[in-house]
């Protein structure tokens, strides 16, 4: 089985309303420069098996990581080949967010190997984009999604939310528009999330924003379905569409529970039996590097049972149900078959799937299985 890299690049123009990630203001290329010294070190004291572990996907995630420039991204390419072994035609996806990037930058890490943005548009909409607090208005994603295409990107996904403040469903349905008049390869189409301790909910508690309305949330989802599968994409998981041919081959070792080997602050790690996870806070986590060569602050071996149950069932394709029952034993019948009535799980061609209503619950099927 091949594994993964993710690489975390926290520093992003500013911070957006609803983010809970882990990300610093950018302020200068010298703060970046030791960050990107940090993770070097951590990927350069990785400890290998022989042979080198292979690996065909390498995601710069974040944050936002086409704030580097192409020699930052050269250097972590050059630690990740030392340590790894990289297949043929690996997949090599970097997030990017409006008003970003140049054609010089572009053209450099196309140089590098990187053969996929992941781009984050999030809304068409300017009030919505200032409410957000993205910090580019709509005309900077048209302008950078060109220059993608210029630069010769041919594979691009592209980043909606729904069910943001005040969105209607007619909004949302000129955002989708917008979105599959570009042609992108993939979609990645969000329910927002409210998460606690961000500005949004801080405006949202104080009633300067209305309380995300979830009847509308349903009717965007199903739109959203019916919109994009008429458009001749491909939904291979419950927020991921794509034209045949380019699901995230990154993304899907997540959901399958292949291995997948995250560096810098925050990354998350799954070795195939062990979880493990960097410290959060950037200078922290830059400090546990340099004086003690690691940042991990958490190691737990993960219950099998219930993660390939719920990561899978995030998938189209669904659980084989011979599996399923094989790992969960007595307890199987007892956590489906109340799903199954309910109609938000199904069993077709020997495998256990979500229906449309179980996509739309997802959390509440999820939550049977941790
Ligand atoms: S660009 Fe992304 S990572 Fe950066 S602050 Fe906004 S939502 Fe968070």
Request: aromatic letters at 10%; glycine letters at 6%.
């Amino acid at each position: 089985m091949t594994a993964g890299v993710y690489l975390h690049i926290p520093f992003c123009k500013s911070r957006c309303s609803y983010c809970d990630f882990a990300t610093d203001i950018y302020r200068d290329s010298a703060a970046v420069e030791s960050y990107v010294d940090a993770v070097c070190a951590e990927i350069d004291s990785f400890a290998t098996s022989q042979p080198a572990i292979q690996i065909d996907t390498i995601y710069f995630g974040g944050g936002t990581p086409s704030l580097l420039s192409p020699f930052q991204v050269s250097r972590l390419m050059t630690s990740v080949r030392e340590k790894f072994g990289i297949t043929d035609e690996p997949e090599i996806t970097m997030e990017m967010n409006p008003a970003t990037v140049t054609p010089e930058s572009l053209a450099g890490f196309r140089d590098l190997g990187v053969n996929r943005a992941s781009f984050g548009v999030q809304t068409f909409n300017d009030r919505a984009l200032k409410l957000l607090a993205r910090g580019h208005d709509a005309q900077d994603a048209r302008n950078t999604f060109r220059m993608l295409r210029e630069a010769g990107y041919d594979n691009v996904s592209l980043d909606l939310i729904a069910g943001l403040p005040g969105q209607t469903l007619s909004d949302w349905e000129s955002n989708l528009d917008e979105a599959l008049a570009m042609h992108p390869e993939h979609l990645s189409l969000y329910l927002l999330e409210v998460h606690e301790a961000t500005p949004l909910a801080e405006q949202i508690l104080s009633r300067r924003q209305p309380v995300p309305d979830e009847d509308l949330a349903a009717e965007m989802y199903e739109m959203m379905l019916d919109t994009t599968v008429a458009a001749g994409y491909e939904q291979y998981e419950i927020s991921n569409f794509s034209k045949p041919g380019f699901a995230s081959r990154h993304n899907t070792k997540y959901w399958r529970l292949e291995p997948v080997y995250a560096f810098g602050v925050s990354a998350h790690s799954f070795d195939g039996r062990e979880r493990y996870a960097n410290e959060r806070d950037t200078a922290k986590y830059v400090e546990m590097i340099e004086t003690q060569g690691t940042a991990e602050v958490m190691r737990e071996e993960i219950d099998t049972a219930s993660e390939f149950a719920f990561l899978g069932l995030r998938l189209n394709g669904g659980v084989d149900l011979d599996e399923f029952q094989r790992r969960h034993g007595n307890g199987a019948d007892e956590k489906v078959t109340p799903l199954l009535k309910a109609k938000l799980l199904e069993v077709s061609d020997g495998r256990l799937r979500l229906t449309r209503k179980g996509m739309l619950f997802s959390n509440e099927v999820f939550e049977k299985f941790v």
